[in-house]
C-alpha cells in the first residue's frame, strides 16, 4: 500500500519560502504522479500542482503561479513543493497525494492516495 507523509510546513512571515516534503513509501515512485494540495479554514480543497512519474509539471492555481515549482527525486523516495514569496492567503494545510499512474497522455491522473497533510502558516 502506497503511504505518503508530507513534512517541512511550520510558520513563516511573508516574504519568506518554505519546501515541503512528501516522502513515498509502499510503491515505486516513478510509477506514480504526485499532486500537491491545499485546503484553508473554511475553504475548499484547492490543487496547487503535479508532478508526473519522470518530472513533468503542472501548476494549476493562478494564485501560487510564478512562487512555486515541485520536483522529485525518485531514489530518495521524495516530492518536494518549493514555495516563495509567501503571502497570508498561503496559509493552509498542504497535502500530497498519489495517482495511480505516472500521468495520462499530456495530463496529470487523478490522485487516490493521501498524506496526512502539513500546516503552513504565513503571518508577521
Known amino acids: 500500500q502506497l503511504h505518503l507523509v508530507e513534512s517541512g510546513g511550520g510558520l513563516v512571515q511573508p516574504g519568506e519560502s518554505l519546501r515541503l516534503s512528501c516522502a513515498i513509501s509502499?510503491?515505486?515512485?516513478?510509477?506514480?504522479?504526485i499532486s500537491w494540495f491545499r485546503q484553508a479554514l473554511g475553504k475548499e480543497r484547492e490543487e496547487v500542482s503535479c508532478?508526473?512519474?519522470?518530472?513533468?509539471?503542472?501548476i494549476y492555481a493562478d494564485s501560487v503561479k510564478g512562487r512555486v515549482s515541485t520536483s522529485r527525486d525518485n531514489v530518495k523516495k521524495m516530492v518536494y513543493l518549493q514555495l516563495d514569496d509567501l503571502k497570508p492567503e498561503d496559509t493552509a494545510v498542504y497535502f500530497c497525494?498519489?495517482?495511480?499512474?505516472?500521468?495520462?497522455?499530456?495530463?496529470?491522473?487523478?490522485?487516490?492516495?493521501w498524506g496526512q497533510g502539513t500546516q503552513v502558516t504565513v503571518s508577521s
Open positions: 497525494a498519489a495517482a495511480s499512474q505516472a500521468r495520462i497522455g499530456s495530463t496529470c491522473p487523478r490522485p487516490v492516495f
Open positions: 509502499g510503491a515505486t515512485p516513478s510509477y506514480h504522479a
Open positions: 508532478i508526473g512519474g519522470a518530472g513533468t509539471m503542472w
